[in-house]
Nanobody, 119 residues
Framework: QVQLVESGGGSVQVGGSLRLSCATS????????MGWHRQAPGKQRELVAT???????NYADSVKGRFTISRDNAKNTVYLQMNSLKPEDTAVYYC?????????????WGQGTQVTVSS
């Protein structure tokens, strides 16, 4: 199994920056696809960014050019650098680990960290 713990959330003003971290343990981190999702009050959880075990990345259109996802396999940690923050970025951000082996899917979520952007 994989355990995930997010950190780095907080309150910032419009245009500010934050870096979220997701520390993992309990399994082989380097073989998992990792991602960040977020959920604002009254809305469904949405994909923010992903990074595969091979290092390829993908971003939601709303954060392209502003957010960067990265991973450090030596530290078993995935990061989300968030720049030029907007009020619309306010949400609880969740870290996700996923691995598919044949017909089996392994999917793990962290507890979330709050990001608040004030205007």
């Amino acid at each position: 199994q994989v355990q995930l713990v997010e950190s780095g959330g907080g309150s910032v003003q419009v245009g500010g920056s934050l870096r979220l971290s997701c520390a993992t343990s309990g399994s082989i981190f380097s073989r998992y696809d990792m991602g960040w999702h977020r959920q604002a009050p009254g809305k469904q959880r949405e994909l923010v960014a992903t990074i595969s075990s091979g290092g390829s990345t993908n971003y939601a259109d709303s954060v392209k050019g502003r957010f960067t996802i990265s991973r450090d396999n030596a530290k078993n940690t995935v990061y989300l650098q968030m720049n030029s923050l907007k009020p619309e970025d306010t949400a609880v951000y969740y870290c996700r680990a996923k691995r598919v082996i044949l017909q089996s899917t392994y999917d793990y979520w962290g507890q979330g960290t709050q990001v608040t952007v004030s205007s």
